[in-house]
């Protein structure tokens, strides 16, 4: 191999050193950064705390957003399920939340089947089923009846009532007894009066022909039951009905309850009056807060609780069973 020769390889061999050295630092570049990229990654998971990358970290935070908003969906679902809407005006009676419904205690209101302050009067022959009360208004306030005093003077009976006649002058512990369920009977009507609603202002005032669920139903207007209504629910599902004026119920009307539903948990509460048509029947216990009149053979399961007096007219009035 002459001088040439030499010379014009050594120029080839030249770049081709070059080159390989070149991808050889690339590579260990490649290489270094990697390392160091993997070191920051590790610093970073550090201070994120154990075991958690940033990628976790995010669909951590993602699912979480997530799981919030399907929860909230969830409730909102349920709340609707449940409650309703409780400002419906409409005639959908089925918006309530029985779980929440508790029957209103009467206490010891709950002794007497009619309970009166000034008075109570009957045109016979009325059949009561239970025990009747006055106070503070002595006995002379209740007429009609044919009452005959026990020899104890505690109580009086009538042949038109099954259970005692009581009243604020006879002999203790009556006076008292009848104070305190005067009280209670009040206390009832306060909480009665007191439930948060599910259903305002519905049927703009007028029932008739509907069947209503369970509930707190309100209104700020009087009420009208011109046809028959129907309360359909469970033996342990309770209604009270929140009426701000008077309560009027038709002639040869009817409230049938079904499914089971019991009028010992109904509950109507009227800031007026209460007046029940001719031969009408109502079930549940009546808490009102002036007076209650019973027209010719109109008859109630229920009780009878008024703040002012009871007027019936050839009527029945049966104590709801316990």
């Given at each position: 191999m002459n001088g040439e020769t030499r010379a014009r390889l050594s120029r080839k061999s030249i770049p081709m050193t070059y080159l390989?050295?070149?991808?050889?630092?690339?590579?260990?570049?490649?290489?270094?950064?990697?390392?160091?990229?993997?070191?920051?990654?590790?610093?970073?998971?550090?201070?994120?705390?154990?075991?958690v990358s940033s990628t976790d970290a995010g669909n951590t935070a993602r699912g979480?957003?997530?799981g919030a908003n399907t929860a909230g969906e969830?409730?909102?679902?349920?709340?609707?399920?449940?409650?309703?809407?409780?400002?419906?005006?409409?005639?959908?009676a089925d918006t309530k939340d029985t779980a929440s419904t508790l029957a209103v205690n009467l206490r010891t209101a709950g002794n007497y089947a009619i309970l009166a302050k000034s008075g109570v009067s009957t045109v016979p022959t009325s059949a009561i089923t239970g025990n009747l009360g006055v106070s503070p208004n002595a006995a002379a306030s209740i007429t009609g009846f044919s009452l005959t005093a026990d020899s104890t003077n505690v109580f009086s009976?009538?042949?038109?009532?099954?259970?005692?006649?009581?009243?604020?002058?006879?002999?203790?512990?009556?006076?008292?007894?009848?104070?305190?369920?005067?009280?209670?009977?009040?206390?009832?009507?306060?909480?009665?009066?007191?439930?948060?609603?599910?259903?305002?202002?519905?049927?703009?005032?007028?029932?008739?022909?509907?069947?209503?669920?369970?509930g707190v139903y309100k209104w700020g207007t009087g009420l009208l039951i011109p046809t028959d209504v129907t309360l359909a629910g469970s033996a342990t599902d309770v209604w009270i009905f929140q009426i701000a004026q008077d309560l009027t119920m038709s002639s040869a009307t009817h409230i049938f309850l079904t499914g089971g539903a019991m009028p010992k948990n109904v509950f109507?509460?009227?800031?007026?009056?209460?007046?029940?048509?001719?031969?009408?029947?109502?079930?549940?216990?009546?808490?009102?807060?002036t007076s209650v009149?019973?027209?010719?053979?109109?008859?109630?399961?229920?009780?009878?609780?008024?703040?002012?007096?009871?007027?019936?007219?050839?009527?029945?009035?049966?104590?709801?069973?316990?």
């Open positions: 390989t050295a070149t991808r050889m630092n690339s590579t260990l570049s490649k290489t270094g950064g990697t390392l160091l990229l993997a070191v920051l990654c590790a610093a970073c998971a550090s201070s994120d705390g154990p075991g979480t957003a997530d969830n409730t909102a679902d349920a709340q609707g399920t449940a409650g309703g809407n409780p400002g419906d005006g409409g005639d959908r009976i009538s042949p038109q009532v099954t259970g005692k006649v009581f009243a604020a002058d006879y002999t203790p512990p009556t006076p008292s007894n009848l104070t305190t369920a005067i009280g209670d009977m009040q206390l009832a009507f306060t909480d009665a009066a007191g439930r948060a609603p599910n259903v305002t202002e519905l049927g703009a005032g007028n029932i008739g022909g509907m069947t209503l669920a369970s109507w509460q009227v800031a007026g009056l209460v007046d029940l048509g001719t031969t009408a029947h109502f079930e549940g216990v009546v808490l009102t807060l009149a019973l027209r010719t053979g109109a008859s109630i399961t229920g009780r009878l609780l008024a703040q002012t007096a009871v007027t019936i007219d050839g009527s029945a009035v049966v104590e709801p069973a316990p």
